[in-house]
């Protein structure tokens, strides 16, 4: 892993991007990202990248391959991608990722086998990705998968393959697992350092992985490298976190008395929206116990002014749809990040449960203004740092 000059062990605080998993709903967290950046170069010009101001990056699925792709160093050992430049990336590939065909062309598909057989999916990535891995990116990556074969989450992270070498695979290898949802993709399986992997998406196992990366900096910390990090494994108020969201379609409700006469195939496929109930109830479900989970320990310590989750939860019709990849559809996502923005800025209720809007906060686009320069000042705090070595 590329370092650079701006160690968090030089720093004051961790700073960790979380981006959850969603298929082609990739884009709204896309154009999120697109405006973060921008208020970074607004502070410290039109060079300034995500890979600069996090020590740590983490995705699951469509986060994943976002998350490694804002971490991928090109040939100058800078970012690959712009946070500008994702957008472009799922409108051009998504409708050959995600191909179009009828309703009872997809049924058929789905009692043979995979909605789509991956295999667009497959050559761009490896083609955008090529041969780095791991240890290439420009700063700490963790990405969930799941493998099937030993029934237990597989986390691809840049603190754990230095023991676990076969952990260093290549960021294709590890795009392409992570992104392997079941019934959409085939599971995908590859050997690195003669240890064999069965994967599936992360999304069953965190869909939401703010909780995955804060833990292996905790683990880090409990490890004895605190050089590398000016934290103790329980100072979450060290924390500088981002938590980003691709959207739910919790305004489609199901009832006990309909889903009573399920089979397999209706808990599969429903037939008002296309979706599938239990995929969805599984992704909904981690990520958002990981965010009132993190939201506590973030209150509870009295430092809630440093976490900050960005998320939609009333996609309606086919907003809602991992793969509907019509022009119209990636629009109109584009157009919620954008109205995502403009949203008033809410974190979870402790005694209800629910989200209320932050007290002073503004818009979800003001609150990122306010983190913006948070990362701005601690990246030149490390900088300040090392010039007096």
């Known amino acids: 892993m590329a370092t650079g000059k701006c160690s968090p062990a030089n720093g004051t605080i961790v700073t960790v991007l979380s981006i959850d998993g969603g298929g082609i709903r990739g884009l709204i967290p896309a154009t999120i990202l697109k405006r973060l950046e921008e208020e970074l170069q607004n502070l410290d010009g039109k060079e300034a990248r995500l890979a600069d101001y996090f020590d740590v990056i983490s995705g699951t699925s469509t986060g994943g391959l976002l998350a490694l792709m804002l971490t991928a160093p090109d040939k100058n050992n800078r970012p690959l991608y712009a946070a500008k430049d994702l957008t472009n990336f799922y409108k051009e590939h998504g409708p050959k990722i995600f191909p179009h065909r009828s309703w009872w062309g ?3 598909r789905e009692f043979e086998g995979p909605k789509y057989d991956g295999k667009y999916l497959h050559s761009i990535v490896r083609e955008k990705l090529g041969d780095l891995r791991l240890e290439n990116t420009l700063t ?4 969930p998968t799941f493998d099937i074969k030993n ?3 597989a986390v691809f ?5 230095k023991f676990k070498p076969e952990k260093n695979a290549l960021l294709s290898d590890i795009a392409i697992g992570t992104s392997a949802a079941p019934t959409y993709f085939p599971p995908y399986t590859f050997q690195n350092n003669n240890i064999e992997f069965n994967l599936v998406d992360g999304g069953v196992a965190a869909n939401n992985p703010t909780l995955t990366a804060i833990s292996h900096v905790s683990r880090e910390v409990v490890l004895g490298n605190k050089e590398r990090f000016p934290v103790e494994p329980t100072n979450y108020d060290k924390f500088l976190v981002i938590s ?4 739910s379609n919790k305004s489609t409700k199901l009832c006990a008395a309909e889903a009573s006469k399920w089979g397999v195939f209706g808990w599969i496929w429903n037939r008002h929206d296309g979706n599938s109930p239990i995929i969805d109830i599984f992704n909904y479900a981690n990520a958002d116990m990981t965010d009132i989970h993190v939201a ?5 310590l009295q430092s809630e002014a440093n976490y900050l989750r960005i998320q939609q939860d009333e996609l309606p019709g086919s907003l809602a749809s991992m793969d509907d990849s019509s022009q119209e ?6 157009k919620v990040g954008e109205k995502l923005l403009d949203a008033p800025a809410s974190r979870v209720n402790l005694t209800t449960g629910l989200y209320n809007e932050i007290s002073g906060g503004g818009t979800n686009a003001e609150m990122l203004k306010v983190f913006a320069k948070k990362l701005s000042d601690e ?4 900088s300040q740092l090392i010039c007096r070595m």
């Open 106 to 108: 997809n049924l058929v």
């Open 140 to 143: 700490n990556v963790v990405i």
């Open 151 to 153: 029934l237990s989450p």
């Open 157 to 161: 992270s840049s603190f754990t393959m």
């Open 244 to 247: 980003l969201g691709t959207g």
């Open 296 to 300: 506590v320990l973030f209150q509870a």
């Open 329 to 334: 559809n990636m629009d109109n996502l584009c």
């Open 379 to 382: 990246r030149k705090i490390r």
